[in-house]
């Protein structure tokens, strides 16, 4: 069985809910957390776990991805302090969905988490910070895993776009798209979450239910509480198999 550590984003867009295999990690102040065997955590916007052996918490990781990835290498920290390391990070919420391939109401589980952002602009475009020779804007989830997700809650697995600014105009989407054509969504937390699980040894998994189309701000048409029921309904199916999953094996 894998432990599984996840974070809860409080933001209007980004809503995030996130598992814990562990009775006592750490956790910001403002979340409500029941740790062990058959828990039950409650996240923002109403969002509800229900978890057997693997036990449940959520914590609030914070907007953004610099704030995830310092709540969740915290969380990470003391649980390898304490000898009791994760096997798993679970970054999940919801975000905006390229049309129309990610409708609204719908599930998306990443097989690449990219922060399509960090980098340079030049006269010739943008320029990753890979590209640069930098560092890394790419982190893979196990692919046997997302294949296993993907199969148990009804979802289409593509890549998933971090950004620090939420994309708000048909120019910039097209733009995303041209550069990461596999691109199913957008969210701000999960390269920050994928950064501090690499940097312990820790596999990611990320989750995205999509509640607006990524591109004009709409707020008429965003479906949130639709995209929270999705989410919630998608961890109803996903914890049996983040249980029976071992990283071990792989």
Do not use: C
């Amino acid at each position: 069985m894998a432990r599984a550590f996840g974070a809860l984003s409080l933001e209007s867009d980004e809503t995030a809910l996130g598992v814990v295999g562990r009775a006592h990690p750490f956790r910001p102040s403002g979340t409500t957390a029941h740790g062990g065997s058959g828990a039950t955590a409650h996240g923002g916007g109403g969002a509800t776990a229900h978890g057997g052996a693997l036990g449940l918490q959520v914590i609030a990781a914070g907007v953004g991805p610099a704030l995830a990835a310092a709540s969740t290498a915290s969380a990470l920290t003391v649980a390898a302090l304490q000898g009791d390391p994760y096997d798993l990070v679970v970054s999940a919420g919801i975000g905006g969905g390229f049309q129309p391939e990610a409708g609204v109401g719908s599930l998306v589980v990443a097989d690449e988490i990219i922060a399509a952002d960090l980098g340079a602009e030049t006269d010739d475009g943008f320029v990753s910070v890979t590209e640069l020779g930098f560092g890394t804007v790419r982190h893979h989830p196990p692919r046997d895993l997302v294949r296993l997700v993907g199969d148990a809650v009804g979802a289409r697995t593509g890549a998933v776009l971090t950004v620090s600014t939420v994309t708000g105009t048909a120019e910039r989407a097209r733009a995303l798209r041209e550069r990461h054509p596999t691109a199913l969504a957008e969210a701000m937390e999960g390269f920050g979450v994928a950064e501090a699980a690499a940097a312990q040894g820790v596999p990611v998994l990320e989750v995205r239910a999509i509640s607006n189309p990524v591109g004009p701000r709409d707020r008429a048409a965003w479906r949130i509480p639709d995209a929270l029921a999705a989410l919630t309904e998608g961890f109803g199916k996903l914890l049996p198999v983040l249980e029976s999953w071992n990283r071990h094996d792989q």
